[in-house]
């Protein structure tokens, strides 16, 4: 044969020979024929065109049969760096969003090691690699934006009515009304606020308006006492002793007068967190 011809047979070549033999009938002489011409053609063998035509459509691994898994270290190892080191760059993260580079988190757990419940945990010298730690990093989802995301929001819901009331008071809108004669003016003008419980199961409210001067823990006593107790009206059944109440972080959920009548009462209180204060939201 030859020694110009190729050893290697183009796919092109390949897929139009396999149009001409799904053309012919299997048992065609013909079949054989083009065989020949081809392997002729590229300077092979029979034998090895055949075999050219079942790779085609033969599938095959795209990766290394040890794709996913480290070769430097053993797995078990490696991840436990991994682990101290993404917590080294979470610690040092500050408010601008700034932290530890995988670089120098290698170097401490290199030369001084890092204090665990487990005890001092030292990496070996030249082992670990930047860009080895990046990837196993973000492979095993432990990279600076996993583990800075928010968590998803699930909403709570109480299960029954009276499980849980949601209590606020806001400053209403409502500015023209009557002057009370026990306003003080030495104490300036009382703010009217609109003192509301909410049941986080039925959605039903109850709502008062106060005049007051500021959130005082006396005031909303006197709105709670006036929520739980039984109503005129038939038809708002509104009424009964909660399981909890869930009031924001103000004056009210501070004072002890108002902490002191609700574990008397068995009542107890979640106040809302505010933003940033676990140190993950935002």
């Known amino acids: 044969m030859p020694s110009g011809r190729h050893s290697v047979i183009p796919y092109d070549s390949l897929m139009q020979l396999r149009q001409r033999l799904d053309r012919l009938p299997k048992k065609s002489p013909e079949r054989a024929s083009q065989v020949a011409a081809i392997a002729e ?16 459509h033969k599938p095959h691994a795209a990766h290394r049969a040890d794709h996913g898994k480290p070769r430097v270290l053993q797995q078990a190892h490696l991840e436990r760096y991994c682990e101290l080191i993404a917590a080294l760059k979470l610690r040092t993260t500050n408010k601008q969003g700034r932290h530890l580079s995988t670089t120098r988190a290698i170097e401490l757990l290199e030369d001084f090691g890092v204090e665990t419940a487990e005890g001092l945990v030292k ?9 080895t730690i990046n990837r196993y990093l973000s492979l095993w989802r432990l990279d600076q934006p996993r583990l800075s995301r928010q968590p998803p929001a699930v909403r709570f819901q109480a299960e029954r009515s009276n499980d849980c009331w949601q209590f606020d ?16 003016p030495s104490k300036g003008e009382p703010t009217l606020m609109l003192f509301s419980v909410v049941d986080d199961r039925s959605g039903v409210a109850y709502q008062e308006y106060h005049c007051v001067y500021g959130e005082d823990a006396e005031s909303a006593l006197r709105f709670l006492f006036n929520a739980m107790a039984a109503k005129t009206d038939p038809t708002f059944p509104f009424q009964g002793r909660p399981k909890m109440i869930y009031l924001d972080n103000g004056p009210v959920a501070k004072r002890r007068v108002f902490q002191n009548v609700m574990q008397a009462l068995g009542i107890e209180w979640q106040t809302h967190i505010p933003a940033g204060k676990d140190g993950t939201r935002t």
């Open 123 to 131: 990496a070996p010298k030249g082992i670990l690699s930047r860009p």
């Open 41 to 56: 053609l590229y300077g092979v063998s029979p034998s090895t065109v055949y075999r050219a035509l079942n790779l085609i």
């Open 169 to 184: 008071l806001s400053p209403s809108d409502l500015k023209h009304i009557a002057k009370p004669e026990w306003i003080d």
